[in-house]
């Protein structure tokens, strides 16, 4: 169905709808909502989470150090994810912040957590508890634990996500348990509050696959999570869980590790977060923050020139940036549900090894698109088109944006990027053309990721991104309209089509 159009969204004297009460004329009938499941409340209530595993920020004097924690509030994420790690004590600086952990005793599951915390205040800060690591779901004994866990501490921590992580890929590791068919049993019998999955696709023989700027293989593994995932616990697709993944922020410096020798560049660290928003997923945790130590110093991080997350590097401040940026958005994205996902993929090439498994957009995709067109603005590739992906929602609950129906919001993204290129050597330009038709809709809104505000896109409407380039919306004939948009490489914008009705999650301006 389409959504409402200006008109149609007015409230009529008998017709107003009340929260989950249809009034009319006549008696009032009851339209009760389903609750929402408890992964999807929860992120409601905390917002969107953006998590770095830390090392060795929690002991050594470093719990108090004020640069390092005043550093860690300008990065922008969400919690600080411990692994293992010892947490620091309540009287700390560590000790106050939003926190995550894989903590997990396999001999006894329902002594995982100290029971000291259960009486501490930062019991009310564990964000997210993901027991231990890309475990074998596929193993009786491991399910058999992961009931006995989740069972004694679910009722616990009403507020905390429960969840454990798999490798996003079947085909390459994840100890052959994680099949579609693995995964299903998995959540039937443990019944996660969400999906989480981890894919680093840019090293050696992962380049292999990233081709004209494609992470084929990450686009591949979020795509099955997210359908596992919105097909819900009881695989029906009745009551879908949100997901969640682990990004890449390091490279391997050892021999072991040698399938990840550089650090994603800045385009590269926009792609993956930015196509997790598109797709829909609403925990985004970054491996890692700071170089490890725990890990025999096989992996480091980007961000510091300095050990344990000190004097910042360009791409502290490139993370930051996208921490921010994706924050902006995330009132709204935490109450919409992902509907469609489709793609204007870049000119095929031989090293196409892995089908990304997205839909070609075409115009059925939504009631009011007719063009789609890509143009790469750069040298990148020899100038060849990269990928845009569009990513479809409505509204979590109809009751989140009041009296209207059948919203429908949009995100376009750039999907190029470019192992040592910047966001601006991977800019595109999509021409997006609209037909509203009898629908009354004569432009769109715009979720500004910058500020966070709303912004009415109507003809005439003009942005600077760069000198001499500007993204602008413009009336073509009668109803039909032009959005021409400029985006650097790895970015996405969220729209909805200008119906009257509120922006879900945001505050009328």
Same mark, same amino acid.
Do not use: C
């Given at each position: 169905m389409k959504p409402l159009s200006p008109r149609a969204f007015l409230l009529k004297s008998c017709g107003l709808i009340l929260g989950v009460m249809v009034v009319g004329c006549g008696d009032a009938i009851a339209v009760p909502e389903q609750p929402l499941d408890r992964g999807h409340r929860i992120l409601i209530q905390r917002g969107l989470q953006l998590n770095a595993y830390v090392v060795g920020l929690t002991t050594g004097g470093r719990e108090n150090d004020p640069e390092i924690w005043k550093t860690w509030e300008s990065s922008h !994420?969400?919690?600080?994810?411990?692994?293992?790690?010892?947490?620091?004590?309540?009287? *700390? /600086?560590?000790?106050?912040?939003?926190? %995550?952990?894989?903590?997990?005793?396999?001999?006894? =599951? *329902?002594?995982?957590? =100290?029971?000291? !915390? @259960? #009486?501490?205040?930062? /019991?009310?800060?564990l964000v997210g508890w993901q027991y231990k690591d890309e475990q074998d779901i596929g193993s009786e004994k491991e399910l058999q634990e992961l009931e006995t866990w989740i069972r004694h501490y679910r009722p616990r921590l009403p507020n905390t996500l429960l969840y454990t992580? #798999?490798?996003?890929?079947?085909?390459?590791?994840? @100890?052959?348990?994680?099949?579609?068919?693995? /995964?299903?049993?998995? %959540?039937? $019998?443990i019944q996660p509050d969400l999906l989480m999955q981890d894919t680093y696709p840019y090293g050696i023989w992962n380049d292999l696959g990233n081709q004209g700027g494609r992470p084929a293989q990450l686009y591949y593994a979020m795509m099955r999570y997210r359908k596992l995932a919105l097909a819900g616990n009881d695989g029906t697709g009745r009551k879908p869980i949100p997901y969640g993944l682990?990004?890449? *922020?390091?490279?391997?410096?050892?021999?072991?590790i040698g399938n990840w020798p550089r650090f994603p560049s800045e385009s590269e660290l926009r792609q993956q977060q930015f196509t997790a928003l598109t797709l829909g997923f609403k925990l985004i945790s970054a491996f890692t923050y700071n170089s490890t130590t725990d890990l025999g110093g096989r992996f480091s991080a980007p961000f510091f020139n300095q050990p344990f997350g000190?004097? =910042? *590097?360009p791409a502290f401040q490139h993370i930051a940036e996208i921490n921010q940026q994706s924050l902006n958005l995330g009132p709204t994205l935490v109450r919409l549900l992902s509907t469609d996902v489709r793609i204007i993929p870049r000119p095929p090439t031989l090293a196409d090894l892995i089908a990304p498994d997205i839909s070609r957009w075409d115009t059925k995709a939504d009631p009011y698109m007719t063009r789609l067109d890509v143009k790469n603005l750069g040298t990148l590739y020899g100038g060849r088109n990269g990928d845009v992906l569009v990513g479809y929602f409505k509204p979590l609950r109809?009751? !989140?944006?009041? =009296?209207?129906?059948?919203?429908?919001? @949009?995100?376009?993204?750039n999907g190029l990027a470019g192992k040592k290129h910047s966001i601006k050597q991977t800019r595109q330009q999509l021409t997006v053309e609209f037909d509203f038709g009898e629908s009354e809709i004569t432009g769109l809104q715009r979720l500004n990721r910058k500020t966070g505000k709303v912004e009415p896109i109507q003809a005439g409407w003009t942005e600077e991104v760069a000198p001499g380039l500007n993204s602008r919306f413009d009336?073509?004939?009668? $109803?039909?309209? $032009?959005?021409t948009l400029i985006l650097d490489g790895g970015t996405g914008d969220l729209f909805k089509f200008d119906t009257g009705a509120p922006f879900v999650g945001q505050q009328p301006q």
């Open positions: !994420f969400t919690s600080v994810d411990l692994n293992t790690q010892q947490l620091a004590s309540t009287d *700390t /600086i560590a000790g106050k912040k939003p926190w %995550m952990t894989w903590l997990g005793n396999s001999e006894n =599951p *329902t002594q995982s957590l =100290p029971d000291h !915390f @259960f #009486q501490s205040e930062q /019991i009310q800060n992580n #798999q490798h996003g890929d079947e085909r390459f590791g994840g @100890f052959g348990s994680t099949s579609n068919l693995n /995964i299903s049993r998995y %959540m039937r $019998r682990w990004i890449q *922020t390091f490279k391997g410096a050892a021999a072991g000190k004097d =910042p *590097t109809e009751s !989140f944006d009041g =009296p209207a129906t059948n919203q429908q919001y @949009f995100m376009l993204t009336a073509v004939s009668d $109803r039909k309209y $032009r959005l």
